[in-house]
């Protein structure tokens, strides 16, 4: 089993009072945080509302720096000594977020919103329109829907154009911060079988962000509990949700019955 995505030490605060004219007091978001993906491997991260899982998703995918600790991809930094994210690394990390109404840009076209992450790459022009085609195929969205706008699909099919955007570059590992949450239960299952599925055809990694024990169960591996900014206890899923350890993990366990 090789590590594929790995946080050590993670810190990050941000300033309470954002106008103060003297230093303002620093809240401190994430501590010491350090975790792990595998290769083929499904990490969920659990944790009650503000306990930093957002915070930690940007920081894993490079849209946030942390203060202090360090992100490896395959065992190298994620950023570089200047501390930009290596362009080398960028497509292998791919984030898909909660809002299928508005991750996605009502003006553009299905493939305008599929292409985008790969306007920073030197594929053709004729590869970016078969990787989009192909992205389309993959989550079983018909290839003509690249001509239509986001408004004319459910919110289970924008979520599927989400995760064809994030295909795209044929990433490694994928950070889903609360991607079925705002779907109905019978279109998370569709939605999280096929994330499966892809995981399956693809090799993918995926770091799987949700408060619904129930989704987590269903798609993780492991599991790593967040509470206020620390990690307080992983594990195997099915071992962490039936035999919690931590008051955290039990805490969350009674509040999903
Ligand atoms: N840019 C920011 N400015 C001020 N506070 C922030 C900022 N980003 C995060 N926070 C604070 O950090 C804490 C963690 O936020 P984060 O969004 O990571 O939590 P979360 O676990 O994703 O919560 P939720 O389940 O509600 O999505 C919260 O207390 C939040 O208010
Ligand atoms: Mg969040």
Redesign the pocket.
């Known amino acids: 089993m090789s590590i594929l995505l790995e946080a050590r030490h993670i810190q990050f605060s ?3 009072h ?1 106008s103060s004219f003297f230093a303002p007091p620093r ?1 401190t ?2 501590q010491d945080v350090s975790l792990h993906v595998a290769e083929r491997e499904t990490l969920g991260i659990v ?12 920081i894993l995918t490079g849209l946030l720096k942390p203060e202090k600790g360090e992100v490896l991809f395959q065992g190298q930094a994620l950023r570089d000594t200047a501390g930009q994210v290596r362009k080398d690394v960028r497509p292998h990390i791919q984030m898909i977020f ?1 809002d299928p109404q508005g991750a996605l840009d009502p003006r553009q076209t299905i493939r305008q919103i599929v292409k985008e992450p790969l306007h920073q790459t030197p594929l053709s022009t004729e590869e970016k329109e078969r990787r989009v085609r192909q992205a389309l195929t993959d989550v079983a969205l018909p290839v003509d829907a690249a001509d239509r706008y986001p408004r004319m699909f459910s919110g289970g099919q924008r979520q599927r154009i989400a995760i064809a955007r994030a295909l795209v570059t044929r990433p490694s590992v994928i950070i889903a ?2 991607a079925v949450s705002a779907l109905d239960v019978s279109t998370q299952a569709v939605v999280l079988n096929l994330l499966m599925d892809l995981q399956n055809r693809y090799g993918l990694s995926y770091i799987f ?1 949700s ?1 619904d024990l129930a989704v987590i169960r269903h798609i993780s591996h492991r599991v790593a509990v ?1 509470d206020g ?1 620390r990690i307080v206890e992983t594990g195997p899923t099915v071992s962490v949700l039936d035999h919690p350890q931590h008051p955290t993990t039990r805490a969350l366990i009674d509040a999903s019955l």
């Open positions: 941000v300033s309470e954002k809240k978001v994430l944790g009650s509302s503000g306990s930093g899982k957002s915070t930690l998703s940007r909660q911060d609360e962000v408060h967040l900014g």
